[in-house]
């Protein structure tokens, strides 16, 4: 079960058709997978439970699923690109297991 409903993920993509419905999950699964990586452990087991993920996690989850859905492809050609602050990143790092 994930983290972060389809629903959710819509709203935040502005999409608001079922074309892209299979393919959306699968954004949000993979952003999830990535971010279960990045924390160190698994959503449900490192918060007791999907229901008790923090905000700031499913934020994260968020924008994730939604630079997958909008960057399909592994590069970008004739664009300037750079993180934007409070993204995927600072979002997680007070709730990642480091492991020394």
Known sequence: MSTVSLATAKAHLN?????????????IDAAEAHIEKLLGFTLASGFEGS???????????????????????????????????????QLIAAHREYVF
């Open 15 to 27: 999409v608001t058709d079922t074309t892209d419905d299979t393919l959306i999950q699968g954004k």
């Open 51 to 89: 229901e008790n993920v923090p905000d700031d996690v499913r934020e994260a989850i968020l924008q994730l699923t939604g630079h997958f859905y909008e960057n399909r492809e592994a590069s970008l050609v004739g664009i300037a690109a750079e993180e934007i602050p409070f993204g995927v990143w």
